[in-house]
């Protein structure tokens, strides 16, 4: 399924080793979208986009560089490895450094094609519920797109992986009108494999567009009050981001978290439960 892909990354690593790397390995992702692109109520673009990345990583003597670049027929193999090769000797020494060692998965999920006639259904029922149920808001931004992304990385201590996964992805931003009275922006989104369902009743949009009515004519409070806070789940989804990248390898080891000082801490009340899907729509169970 990725013949092609897998031939470009077994000749990255071929070369790698050759420049005089002892540790090396390279990946190939190739990203393919079709999208429709709405805004202000009407589909305005239907595009299919295509594109490749290529990532290289070489460790010789504890010292590492890596390059990513786009694919292309003009891509100087040779000259790109060779300037790895001179990053990697000015680079600072760290005995740590490796790569994936005797690794190897294939996994593949998900439609591989889009379904065009699937898509523009979605699109014109969420047209027609907007029209009917909440004709005050606009669908100001939004897009539906089919992503199918194919993955194989290899290493020269054994490793080699390969993915191929395709999904749906929704995204709509809203904002409510009346006169020249208008609400803030509102969006929402989220993926699928399947467009099983009405949009308008995925990922709380319905729930978003008639909100977004109800704003367009806002109250001040008469005075100030204590009470709790109701967060919505797209809040809720910001905030849980915000906390598993303030405590991710990256940044505790940059010393950019706020809670570097707080390892071996509980930082959070213990209701709180962070599930990790690893089997979730667009998602390749391995790093």
């Known amino acids: 399924m990725n013949r092609a892909l897998q031939n470009q990354v077994e000749a990255a690593v071929e070369a790698l080793t050759h420049v005089g790397f002892e540790h090396c390995q390279a990946s190939v992702v190739a990203d393919d979208h079709d999208e429709m692109n709405i805004f202000q109520n ?5 595009r299919t986009v295509s594109k490749s990345e290529l990532t290289l990583k070489g460790i010789v003597q504890g010292r590492k560089a890596t390059r990513s670049v786009t694919v ?5 193999l040779t000259g790109l490895v060779e300037g790895l090769f001179e990053d990697a000797q000015q680079a600072p020494e760290d005995r ?8 190897v998965h294939d996994y593949t999920d998900g439609p591989m094609e889009s379904d065009k006639d699937q898509m523009s259904r979605r699109i014109k029922e969420l047209f027609g519920i907007r029209k009917e149920r909440h004709p ?34 929704t995204f709509v931003l809203v904002v409510g009108q009346e006169g020249q009275k208008l609400s803030s922006m509102s969006y929402t989104g989220g993926t699928c494999r399947e467009l099983n369902h ?6 709380q949009t319905e729930e978003l567009l008639s909100s977004a009515a109800k704003q367009i004519h806002t ?9 709790s ?26 010393n950019a978290s706020m809670y570097v000082e707080k390892v071996g801490e509980c930082i959070a009340a213990n209701a709180l439960t962070i599930r990790h899907h690893a089997k979730g729509p667009g998602v390749s169970p391995h790093s």
């Open 42 to 46: 009407q589909v305005n673009l239907f």
């Open 72 to 76: 292309s027929n003009e891509l100087d």
């Open 96 to 103: 740590a450094n490796a790569v994936s060692e005797g690794v």
């Open 136 to 169: 005050k808001v606009n669908l100001n931004q939004g897009v539906l797109s089919h992503k199918r992304k194919r993955t194989v990385l290899a290493s020269n201590k054994g490793t080699f992986l390969r993915s191929d996964i395709g999904w749906y992805e």
């Open 198 to 203: 009405p949009l308008h009743t995925c990922f």
């Open 219 to 227: 109250e001040s409070l008469p005075s100030s009050f204590r009470g």
């Open 229 to 254: 806070a109701l967060v919505n789940p797209v809040t809720v989804l910001e905030l849980v981001n915000y906390l598993t990248g303030q405590v991710s390898d990256q940044a505790l080891l940059a």
